[in-house]
C-alpha cells in the first residue's frame, strides 16, 4: 500500500444527493390523516333554509251597541264588508303553499266570541267569510252592554295556544277594529283598563304586531276614539294606531295596514275621471289593481306597449268583490301604464299594491348559534328560481342592517364582485356576542328611484356548532387529487368537548360531502375522525379530485344528538355549506412533490444510461501505474476489466517547492489494446467524460507526464 493514496467513497455521496431529493419530494411527508370513512347508507343534501310560513292574522271587530243605532257608528254592517275585502287581500298575496296564512275573526264586546284559525286559500273562502258572521248571542242586548277589550285579547291567546306546535313560529298580526274605549262592569278608569291590556299583551302575546283601526264616532261624546289614541300607540306604536272619520275609509284604511304589514312601498290612491297614467317600475313581483268602481261604469287598464288588459291574460288573476275587483298581474312589463273610462261617466277609485322582488336570505336561518361567525348570504331571484335581469336604468344595489337585542346597529354590504353563483356575501363576518333576537333589514336599490326592504328575524342562542377550518370560505386551494377538511366543535366563541355536547361516539358527530363542482361529479359521504391530540378538532379526505379550476361546495353537517336540547337541533341551522376555489396552479406542496419526483427520476435515468455506458465498455488486461514524482508509485492492475472507478492519489510536499495538489483520476477501456485516462473525480464520470480537466489514450508501454512531476504509464 502507498501512503500517498485516499479513495473516496464518492458513491455514499450520491445516495446522499438522492434521499434528499426524496425527501423534499414527498415521498417522505409526514403519515396523512386517517384515511376517508365512507357513510354509504346516509344520505347528505343541501337543505336550503325552510320558507318562512304564512303569518296568522287576527281581524278583531266591536260589536258594542255604539255601533249600531241611527247614531251608531256603522248601522249598515260596513265592517263586515270591508272585513271581507281585508281577507280577500290576504288571498291575493303570495305565501308558501305548504304553510299559508292563516286567518281568524274575533267579535268582541261584553265577551268575545271566535272560530279556529283557517288557511287563507281559494277553496277556504267560503268558510272564511262565513267568521264575519257575529254570533247568534250578540241578539242579546246585555252581550252588546260593554267593549270588553281584554278578553278578545284573551281569546287571540287561546286560538294561539291550539296551534303552538309549529316548529317555526309564525308572525302573529292583531288588527282591532274599534270605535271607543275599554269599559266593563267594574267601570275601571280608562288608564286601568289599559294598564291590565298591556300587562295581557306583555304576558300572552309578547311578539304580536298590534294595529289599531278607530273610527271618530262624534255622537259618543267623551267616549269616543280620539280619547284613547294616547294609550293605544303605548300599546302598538305611534305608526300602528289609524283614524278614520267615515266608514267608507274602512276599505282604504285595511289595505294600508296590510301595505304595513307585508312591508309594501305606499302608493296613494288614484280617482280615474279622465285618462290617467302611472309609472309601473321594474323589479315587480307582482302588481295589484284594487278597483272600487261605480256599476255603470267600465276602466280599461292600457300596458306600456298600448295593449288592454283582459281577465283571460296569462299571469292575471281576478277576485270579485260586492262594489270592487281586485285584479293581479304577475311580472308586470315597466314603463306608464294608463286607466281610461271606457264606458259611462263619473270617477273609479284605484288603489295600486306594487309588490317588488325582495333580496332572499339564506343565511342566517331562524335560529344561529352564539358566538358563531355571521356571513350573511342571499340571493334575487324569483319565486320559481328564475334569474331577474337588471335594468342598466336601474341599477342594483344590496345591502342589510344588522340590529342587536341591545339595539346596536351594523351596515353590511353585498358587493357585486362578492357574488359566488346565484349567491351575494356580505362585505363582512359579524360575531353575535349576545343572546336573543336579530333584526335583519334588507334592502334593495335600483337607481335613485327603486327602493324596498323588508325584515327578518334570527333568533342567537347558546349552542354547540361548526367552525370550517379546511377549506376556508372563498379561499383558493390549488389542484389535488383529493381534498382535505378540517373543523371544530365550539360553543359561544370558545373551544369545547364534543362528547359533553352529544351522546355519540365523536367519530359519528360530523358528516361531509363535495355537493357541487365545475365537472358536475357526484360526491360520496364521509364521516370526520375526531383528531387524536386535538378533542374538539376532526379531519377527514373527501376522495374526489379537485383538478378542475372553478368554483367548489362542500356540505357539513353536525348530526350528533345533543345531551342538552336546544332549537338550533333541527334542520339546516346545523348544516353550512362552504364556497371555495379551485385555481389552475398547482399548490406549493404539489409543485414540490412533483418537482423532486421529477428529479429523481431524471437522476435515474441518467444513472442508468452511465451504467449502461459503462457496461458497454471494452474489456482489457494490463497495469496502470502512476508515479507521483517523489519515488512513491500506485498500480492498478486490470484483469478483463472495462473501467476503473475513479481514484484520488495524494499530492506530496518537495523540500524545494509548494505542495503538489493531489491528482483525481479514472479510466476506461476504448480498445484491446488501448486506455482512455481521464483527470476528474465522480463528477467526471457521471457526466460520461464531457466535464473532465484532461484526458489522454495510452497505448500499451505509453506513458504520458502531468504537471510536470505525475508520470502516468499503462502496460
Known sequence: MVDGC??????????????????????????PPESSRLADKVSLSLERPAPTPGMDVFLLLDESGSMLGPHGSDPGGVRYEAGKYLIQNLLVKRAVSEAPHRLAVIHFATQA???????????????????????????????????NFQSAFQEIQRLAVQVSADKIPRRQVIVLFTDGRPDDARQLPPPKYFAEIAALVRRELPKAEIYIVGFENTNLGHKNFSQTIPDWQGLAGQKNVLTIYRMPDLYTT??????????????????????????????????????????RLDLAIIRPDGSLLKDNDPGLSKIPGETYDIVRIEDPAPGVWRYRIVQGGGTVTVLNNLIPFRLSLLQPGTFWPLGQDMHLKAEFKKANGQEIKENPDYPLGFMARL??????????????????????????????????????????????????????????????????????????????????????????????????EFTEHPNYLILAKLISSPDQSPGQTIWLSQDSHTKNLFRGRLPQRCWAPGHYQVLFKLVGTPRAPFALAEGASRTQVVDFYVSSAWPWTTRLYYAGLGTVTAAGLWLLVVLVWLLRAPKISGSLTVDRGDGITRSFNLY?????????????????????????????????????????????????????????????????????HYTIMFS
Open 403 to 500: 340590529i342587536s337585542p341591545s339595539a346596536e346597529e351594523i351596515s353590511l354590504d353585498f358587493p357585486r364582485q362578492g357574488k359566488v353563483g346565484e349567491v351575494y356575501y356580505s362585505h363582512k363576518t359579524v360575531q353575535p356576542l349576545e343572546a336573543g333576537e336579530y333584526t335583519i333589514i334588507l334592502t334593495v336599490k335600483g337607481g335613485e328611484r327603486f327602493h324596498t326592504s323588508h325584515t327578518v328575524k334570527t333568533m342567537v342562542q347558546a349552542a354547540p356548532y361548526l367552525e370550517i377550518e379546511t377549506p376556508r370560505p372563498l379561499g383558493t386551494l390549488g389542484r389535488s387529487p383529493e381534498l382535505s377538511v378540517a373543523a371544530t366543535v365550539r360553543r359561544e366563541g370558545r373551544e369545547t368537548d364534543p362528547a359533553a
Open 113 to 147: 266570541w271566535s272560530r279556529p284559525l283557517i288557511e287563507v286559500q281559494p277553496g277556504n273562502a267560503e268558510a272564511m267569510l262565513q267568521q264575519l258572521s257575529p254570533p247568534g248571542a250578540l241578539d242579546a242586548r246585555a252581550m252588546r252592554q260593554f267593549t
Open 640 to 708: 478483463n476489466k472495462g473501467v476503473i472507478w475513479p481514484k484520488t492519489l495524494a499530492g506530496f510536499t518537495p523540500e524545494d517547492g509548494p505542495r503538489q495538489q493531489p491528482l483525481q483520476f479514472w479510466a476506461r477501456a476504448v480498445g484491446p489494446e488501448r486506455l482512455g485516462v481521464y483527470i476528474g473525480g465522480w463528477a467526471s464520470l457521471c457526466s460520461l467524460g464531457l466535464i473532465k480537466e484532461k484526458g489522454w489514450f495510452l497505448s500499451r508501454d505509453q506513458q504520458q507526464s502531468y504537471r510536470d
Open 254 to 295: 285595511f289595505n294600508d295596514t296590510l301595505r304595513r304589514v307585508f312591508e309594501i312601498p305606499e302608493v296613494k290612491p288614484v280617482k280615474v275621471q279622465e285618462e290617467t297614467t302611472f309609472e309601473v317600475q321594474p323589479y315587480l313581483d307582482y302588481l295589484e289593481f284594487h278597483i272600487f268602481y261605480d256599476p
Open 6 to 31: 485516499k479513495p473516496r467513497p464518492g458513491w455514499l455521496f450520491l445516495c446522499l444527493i438522492g434521499l434528499v431529493v426524496l425527501g423534499s419530494s414527498g415521498c417522505s411527508r409526514t403519515a
